[in-house]
């Protein structure tokens, strides 16, 4: 067979593929494994470094996921991988030949250099001239736009069309400061308008203040997320660290929903509580339902932060206090502030959720 052969081209502002690649290893990859093998030959026509946590965090996939279009490529015969004692990936070699033996392997040097996670501390060194700073972020505060532009971008029939969507959303007309951060979404951060429409179905059901839709479409800005599907990916995969051991500790594995994690980041945002207060209420909620955790978990925290709960010890003494005899019995009625305040009627909270 045929040599397949990988050029190193002089020009940054391009890669080159070969034709064979196209040909005969396309169409049978996945998108991980092309967006892979194409990253290495960039990195290689460029002599730039990278690793798998690299690969991993730009193209939103797990370590597994890379090592495993690594190895895929390695089975075609278009690149092998080299490994330590400890087994941690040292070095990738591109093959010029589709057959070639392991001894012939060995001769080849490393082609992409490897971003390696070393145990021991690596040492200190002064930082040198040449030596690029990484650009600052933008800053995009106090952002203005002149009356023709937003005329312009008013009269468009596109952009029209968004600010009217926009307005159906809100339910209430857009002032000039929300035209402006609309403005700026656009044409500055490069949104499309589809992607702007997503933006705002995301945003309204959370806040429709526009410095908090100004806010998330920069962190999707700075994602790079460019389309509604990758929104949704970027949503899917990027929340608190604590939301997952929330809801782990509820009997919930799958990825959260964003109303999900919306529900558990206001627990320990918005109420202040520390997980630990948390924990404790997911554990009286498991002990008590086997549906609708999430929203009888939200009803204890809310009760606690009502009362003044701030730590493990406030929800003791406030146990204490639910059982102590009442003077006068208060009639039955089917709300949950009455029914947290009868030592936790468990079974009345749980029908009153599932008749909501």
């Known amino acids: 067979m045929s040599s397949l052969t990988i050029y190193k081209d002089s020009y940054v ?36 470094p990278t690793g798998v946590s690299d690969m991993a965090d730009k193209f939103n996939y797990t370590e597994k996921d890379i090592m495993r279009a690594l190895k895929y490529w390695e089975k075609k015969h278009l690149l092998t991988l080299e490994f330590n004692e400890a087994k941690a990936l040292t070095g990738i070699r591109f093959l010029s030949s589709i057959a070639q033996s392991h001894e012939e392997q060995k001769t080849l040097a490393p082609i992409v250099p490897l971003k390696l996670v070393s145990s021991e501390a690596p040492e200190e060194k002064a930082p040198s001239k040449k030596e690029e700073k990484e650009p600052e972020k933008p800053s995009y505060e106090n952002i203005s736009y002149s009356r023709d532009e937003l005329k312009k971008f008013k009269e468009n029939p596109e952009t029209g069309q968004l600010l009217f969507i926009a307005e159906q959303y809100l339910k209430k007309p857009l002032s000039l400061t929300d035209i402006e951060i609309l403005y700026f979404i656009h044409y500055e951060l490069k949104f499309s308008c589809d992607l702007i429409d997503y933006l705002l179905q995301y945003c309204v059901e959370r806040s429709q203040k526009f410095s908090y839709i100004k806010k998330v479409a920069i962190a999707w800005a700075e994602a790079n997320v460019l389309t509604p599907k990758q929104a949704k990916a970027y949503l899917k995969n990027n929340f608190d660290k604590p939301v997952y051991t929330i809801l782990k500790s509820l009997g919930r594995s799958n990825t959260p929903t964003p109303t999900e994690a919306d529900i558990a980041t206001k627990w320990y945002k918005d109420y202040g509580f520390t997980l630990d207060i948390i924990d404790e209420a997911c554990k009286r909620t498991v002990l008590a339902v086997d549906s609708h955790r999430l929203e009888y978990c939200d009803r204890i925290l809310s009760s606690w932060k009502k009362s003044g709960v701030k730590n493990l010890s406030d929800i003791s003494a406030l146990d204490a206090s639910y059982k102590k005899p009442k003077a006068t019995t208060p009639s039955t009625k089917n709300t949950f502030n009455q029914m947290i305040h009868t030592d936790y009627d468990f079974d009345e909270i749980e029908r009153s959720i599932l008749s909501n």
Request: hydrophobic share 50%; net charge negative; aromatic share 12%.
């Open 13 to 48: 502002e391009s890669t080159v593929i070969s034709n064979r690649f196209i040909d005969e290893f396309l169409a049978e990859a996945n998108d991980a494994q092309i967006k892979v093998y194409l990253y290495l030959v960039r990195m290689m026509s460029a002599n730039l």
